[in-house]
């Protein structure tokens, strides 16, 4: 059964703007592992505005978050009662860390929690009841418009692309293709991408090709968006431990690979076909 992962709603709390000319003393990696040691702090010691800029400054590294960074920031948007968009979070952190996550009791059992609220708001807030064929019709509509306004918020920017390529980037740094069913924290074989646009509106896909005895080879492909299919389609293949997506120029070819996980291949495929079709107008 495919898993369909969910993504943050429109954030309720006060965000502030981090500058984008910000120079880091540290490499981003280390930056990173700082920043999520000062949420860890700042959760546990129940700082929740603290824990809350520590989590935008993290965003504003732009590079791919760790698993664990949905779940503090489902913790943090609990603490703030924006109970849709801390389900969504959490959701997403049981969904890609899996059972064997540090926080995936937790997560269940804040889930739980989260649900009991919901149940209260909407008790206390009926909802009038339309037909049939128009509450369908206009919660598609609904759907697609809130799609792109859930990763503007999730990725604290207002620019539809850039927070399309940081959820594509997110998921492909995550998920990257190891080909063994137990992944290492340190990737030494596979493949692992990284997606960009260039002026010209063509899509840059940076490919890093990991071998244990010649190390790794960089690849830069470019592909023009005009005229190929933005529906993009996926599979994969339980035994190699491996999920794909089609080439869109061609739709038979494998094109990106990533780990084994047919929610995380599905979210991927979607991400992509959203910026094609945007990148096509």
């Not at 309720?12 to 280390?30: C, Q």
């Not at 590294?61 to 779940?71: G, H, I, M, R």
């Not at 137990?182 to 090709?209: F, P, W």
């Not at 790794?216 to 999920?243: A, H, Q, T, W």
Request: charged share 25%; proline share 2%.
């Amino acid at each position: 059964m495919r898993v369909r992962v969910k993504w943050l709603k429109r954030l309720l709390i006060a965000m502030v703007v981090v500058s984008t000319s910000v120079v880091y003393a540290l490499p981003k990696e280390h930056e990173m592992n700082r920043l999520m040691l000062a949420v860890e702090k700042y959760v546990s010691e129940q700082h929740w505005q603290k824990a809350n800029q520590t989590l935008q400054d993290i965003l504003a590294l732009n590079t791919a978050v760790p698993t664990e960074f949905a779940f503090y920031q489902g913790r943090v948007l609990m603490e703030f009662q924006s109970w849709d968009n801390a389900k969504t979070a959490l959701e997403t952190y049981v969904v890609e860390a899996g059972t064997e996550g540090g926080f995936y009791r937790n997560a269940l059992e804040q889930l739980t929690v989260i649900e009991e609220h919901l149940r209260e708001d909407k008790a206390d807030n009926p909802v009038d009841r339309k037909p049939a064929a128009e509450s369908e019709s206009e919660a598609l509509v609904q759907r697609q418009d809130q799609y792109l306004s859930d990763l503007k918020s999730l990725y604290l920017t207002s620019d539809e692309q850039v927070a399309l390529l940081r959820h594509i980037n997110s998921l492909l740094a995550n998920h990257s293709y190891q080909g063994q069913k137990i992944k290492r924290k340190v990737q030494s074989t596979g493949i692992a991408y990284k997606v960009s646009v260039d002026q010209s509106k063509d899509l840059l896909i940076q490919e890093k090709v990991f071998n244990a005895d010649e190390g790794v080879k960089i690849n830069l492909k470019r592909m023009s968006v005009f005229g190929v299919d933005p529906i993009l389609r996926y599979g994969c293949d339980k035994e190699s431990y491996v999920c794909w997506l089609y080439d869109p120029v061609d739709g038979y070819d494998r094109w990106l690979l990533i780990d084994r996980d047919d929610g995380v291949a599905s979210e991927l495929a979607t991400a992509l076909s959203r910026l094609i079709r945007r990148l096509q107008n």
